[in-house]
């Protein structure tokens, strides 16, 4: 097979794009002051593990003035890589956020689950009140605790995560809580930073509407293994 004619100036080497794209977010995301809120490391710079997770969730959208937006706990990167080096599942409220975890990055071949396509999920909602997505959490209540919980798309499932929690469920490892739109995800992200400064649970959010399916695996994927 023929290559078509090359018209444009462009990178073509996928490595050398891979690495200029991660030294140009460092470089505008610190130039702008984006990293100065994260978690600090002991030399009092900020934590690289947790940097490195908000490098790869501005890489996934695209988006420098992300970087400001992000909370997250002190203890989230560790508590997180912990349990999945242990084998905690991986629990996502979308198949988009399944599908962008890279799974040779999972330190044991860690389960990615989504309860979504059960056949008892479209009774639950109705019968509930609520979206498919918030109901099929409950059908994963019984593999939260310890667990990574991903949620990126419906902050139904992140207020329906969080009320699980306070009716008594244990609590799983980690959250990260980015779910995107225009009605409740900003709440929603709130709702997870008040409850989890509260009982102390490590989790990662986005302030604001921003969030989605892309984000939230890229967080995971930082999270999932140290090296960039």
């Not at 975890?101 to 309860?115: D, G």
């Not at 989605?212 to 967080?219: D, F, I, N, V």
Request: net charge neutral; proline share 7%; aromatic share 4%.
């Amino acid at each position: 097979m023929r290559r078509p004619t090359r018209r444009y100036a462009y990178e073509g080497s996928g490595a050398a794009i891979y690495v200029d794209s991660f030294a140009t977010i460092r470089r505008e995301v610190r130039a702008a002051g984006g990293f100065d809120h994260l978690p600090r490391g002991a030399d009092g710079e900020p934590d690289p593990d947790v940097e490195r997770v908000v490098v790869r969730m501005v890489h996934g959208t695209g988006q420098t003035d992300l970087a400001p937006s992000v909370v997250v706990h002190p203890e989230l990167v560790r508590a997180a890589r912990s349990a999945l080096a242990a084998g905690a599942p991986i629990i996502t409220d979308a198949h988009m956020v399944a599908t962008g975890v890279t799974r040779a990055r999972l330190p044991a071949a860690n389960e990615v689950l989504c309860a979504l396509r059960d056949p008892r999920v479209g009774g639950l909602a109705a019968a509930w009140g609520t979206t498919r997505s918030a109901a099929a959490m409950s059908l994963l209540a019984d593999r939260l605790p310890g667990s990574v919980v991903a949620i990126g798309n419906a902050p139904t499932a992140l207020f329906h995560l969080l009320e699980l929690l306070a009716d008594g469920c244990p609590p799983p490892a980690a959250v990260v809580g980015c779910p995107v739109g225009f009605i409740g995800a900003a709440e929603s992200k709130e709702a997870l930073a008040a409850w989890a400064g509260a009982h102390d649970l490590p989790f990662l959010t986005v302030h604001g509407r921003r969030g989605g399916s892309a984000m939230t695996a890229s967080a995971l994927n930082a999270i999932a293994q140290e090296a960039e």
